[in-house]
Each structure stands twice: as structure tokens, then as C-alpha cells.
């Protein structure tokens, strides 16, 4: 039966849900990837294989993980140059953040989390690590969780429903809370800049996977608004939710999305 390394995908947690017994832990902005023990290699998300150094490998198991190569809070775009590069430079800072076991028949979560514990313990090598996990009492502890990651510079948090197992798709069993919500679209056209902005770019004209039209005009450095991303591409922003046409209410530019 050919490995299956389809990544469990997460829905969007609806705030007043209650989370009480769910899983928490941080929401990291690193590259997601699955530990291939077949060849020995990780793979992303639609199943391209990373030049990783042997060495950061080499105390794996002969067992198919999921998780995430991260460096630190707010260090996507350093953690996706040193992951996406051919040479070995830069990855003595990369950890890779174990947080399941891609095999539905591996069991509900909590026999996934002991494994990976065990497997920790059995000793993983210096750059391996299984990302905490910490039950939920109530939705006071999930906003003050939550408080605690952005006051220091973390995204959020991740969910992960009790007692259940692993899917190889989007799945309401495992959620992602945002205080800002996110998504992708691709740019089609620019709009010259005002101010202090004159003769660079002003905002990005975009289309959403619905078809509907709107611009992002923050959270552009002036590099990027001296540079702006290549009309085709897709770009991640961040907005506080739809008007009732559709649209994003305040959005920010976040980066553009890497092809994986």
C-alpha cells in the first residue's frame, strides 16, 4: 500500500465554541512538512521533497511523521529561504516541531501524542522536538493561552479535537485560532502610491478564489512597495472578516505564498 503523507489540514475555530477537553498548542508560522522514512527525506504539503542535510535526519525513525520546520516566532521568510535552499547553510537553526503520526491506524490522538513522546525520549537528535500539547479547561484558558502567544509575537493556536484520528484532508477535528483571520489571492494589478509612497506601489489590486475583487494597502515594508509581488502570483493576507458583499475588511499584506 503506497505511503500516504497527505497532511491533516485544519478548519477555522468559531469563537464561543466551546473547546473544553480539546488539545492546544501553538500555532507555528513555519513550512509544514511530513517526515518520509520511506526516502528518508521531508515533504511539503503537495508532496515535494526538501534537500535536508543527513545530519538533521539521521535519528528519525522508520515511521512517517507530520510537523513543522521552524526557526522562531516571526521568522517565516528566513525559515522558508534556509528549507527551500540546495546547500546545508542555515539549517543548524532549524527545528523540526513534531506534533502527530500521519497513519489513521496509528490510533486517537492522545495514543499519536504518547508515541511521539516515547520517540523523544528514545532521543530524536538536537534539532527535533515534540511541539506541547496542553488539555483545555474552558474558553478562559483558551483566551488567555491565546493572549500569552501574541503578547510575544506567536500567531495562535491549534486545536485538536479528543479521541480523534488521523485524516488525510481538511477536517473540523483540528482547528486554527486567529485573532485575524487569513487567506490567498492573486494579485492582477497595482495602484500607484500617494504621499510618501509616490512612485512606488500604493496597493494591490487582487481577486479571491470567488472572483471578488478588492485591494490590500498595508503591511507592505518599502522595500516591498518599491518591489511588490509579480502580478499571477498569489499573496497571504490577514483581515478581520467579510463585509456582507464579500470582501475583506481590513486587509494586510502578509507575504507572498511559495509554490510548494
Known amino acids: 500500500m503506497p505511503l500516504n503523507l497527505s497532511p491533516l489540514l485544519a478548519e477555522t475555530y468559531e469563537p464561543g465554541m466551546n473547546p473544553t477537553g480539546w488539545?492546544?498548542?501553538?500555532?507555528?508560522?513555519?513550512i509544514r512538512c511530513c517526515w518520509d522514512h520511506?526516502?528518508?527525506?521531508?515533504?511539503?504539503?503537495?508532496?515535494?521533497?526538501?534537500?535536508?542535510p543527513k545530519a538533521f535526519v539521521a535519528k528519525l525513525p522508520d515511521l512517517p511523521l507530520d510537523g513543522e520546520l521552524w526557526i522562531s516566532r516571526g521568522q517565516f521568510d528566513r525559515t522558508s529561504s534556509v528549507v527551500r535552499s540546495a546547500g546545508d547553510k542555515g539549517w543548524v537553526d532549524v527545528t523540526?516541531?513534531?506534533?502527530?503520526?500521519?497513519?489513521?491506524?496509528?490510533?486517537?490522538?492522545?495514543?499519536?501524542?504518547?508515541?511521539?513522546?516515547?520517540?523523544?525520549?528514545?532521543?530524536?537528535g538536537s534539532?527535533?522536538?515534540?511541539?506541547?500539547?496542553?488539555?483545555?479547561?474552558?474558553?478562559?484558558m483558551l483566551e488567555q493561552t491565546m493572549d500569552y502567544i501574541v503578547e510575544?509575537?506567536?500567531e495562535g493556536l491549534m486545536l485538536r479535537k479528543p479521541g480523534s484520528l488521523y485524516e488525510h484532508r481538511r477536517s473540523s477535528t483540528l482547528l486554527k485560532y486567529k485573532r485575524m483571520l487569513d487567506a490567498e489571492a492573486v494579485v492582477v494589478g497595482y495602484q500607484p502610491g500617494e504621499g510618501r509612497h509616490t512612485g512606488s506601489m500604493g496597493a494591490?489590486?487582487?481577486?479571491?478564489?470567488?472572483?471578488?475583487?478588492?485591494?490590500?494597502g498595508t503591511g507592505f515594508s518599502?522595500?516591498?512597495?518599491?518591489?511588490?509581488?509579480?502580478?499571477g502570483c498569489t499573496i497571504s493576507f490577514k483581515y478581520q472578516e467579510l463585509t456582507k458583499s464579500g470582501t475583506p475588511r481590513f486587509p494586510a499584506f502578509v507575504r507572498i505564498r511559495n509554490p510548494e
Open 23 to 30: 488539545w492546544l498548542s501553538e500555532k507555528l508560522d513555519g
Open 38 to 52: 520511506t526516502c528518508r527525506t521531508f515533504r511539503s504539503r503537495n508532496g515535494n521533497a526538501f534537500a535536508v
Open 96 to 124: 523540526f516541531m513534531l506534533f502527530d503520526i500521519p497513519m489513521r491506524e496509528a490510533g486517537p490522538f492522545e495514543e499519536r501524542y504518547e508515541v511521539l513522546q516515547h520517540l523523544a525520549k528514545l532521543g530524536l
Open 127 to 140: 534539532q527535533v522536538k515534540v511541539l506541547t500539547q496542553t488539555k483545555c479547561t474552558g474558553l478562559a
Open 152 to 154: 510575544n509575537g506567536g
Open 204 to 216: 494591490l489590486h487582487c481577486v479571491l478564489p470567488s472572483g471578488k475583487n478588492f485591494k490590500v
Open 222 to 231: 518599502d522595500a516591498e512597495r518599491a518591489n511588490p509581488p509579480p502580478i
